[in-house]
């Protein structure tokens, strides 16, 4: 089983940057792509990103050119990286890994 940890959320500015982590522990060599959701109020839950086990990025089109993700397999971590961030990025955003969700970090970009 995998347990999942997010941190890094906060306000911000738009146009400011903030990184998020994701820190797995438990049976993290059955872990292969680690997903970023984000849910704003009101709306469902939307997949933002996905890393591979070998590093691989994928992004959302919303977010493509302003978030980059990373991964650290020897920290178990992930870090998604966001820059230019705009009101319309306001969510708490979550970290999934197989069927394991943390419990998500808020961003908040207001001036």
């Known amino acids: 089983q995998v347990q999942l940890v997010e941190s890094g959320g906060g306000l911000v500015e738009p146009g400011g940057s903030l990184t998020l982590s994701c820190a797995a522990s438990?049976?993290?060599?059955?872990?292969?792509?680690i997903h970023w959701y984000r849910q704003a109020p009101g709306n469902q839950r939307e997949w933002v990103a996905t890393?591979?086990?070998?590093?691989?990025?994928f992004y959302a089109d919303s977010v493509k050119g302003r978030f980059t993700l990373s991964r650290d397999n020897a920290k178990s971590t992930v870090y998604l990286q966001m820059n230019n961030l705009k009101p319309e990025d306001t969510a708490v955003y979550y970290c999934k890994a197989q069927d394991a969700w943390g419990r998500g970090t808020q961003v908040t970009v207001s001036s």
């Open positions: 890393i591979t086990r070998v590093g691989k990025p």
């Open positions: 438990g049976n993290i060599f059955s872990i292969n792509n």
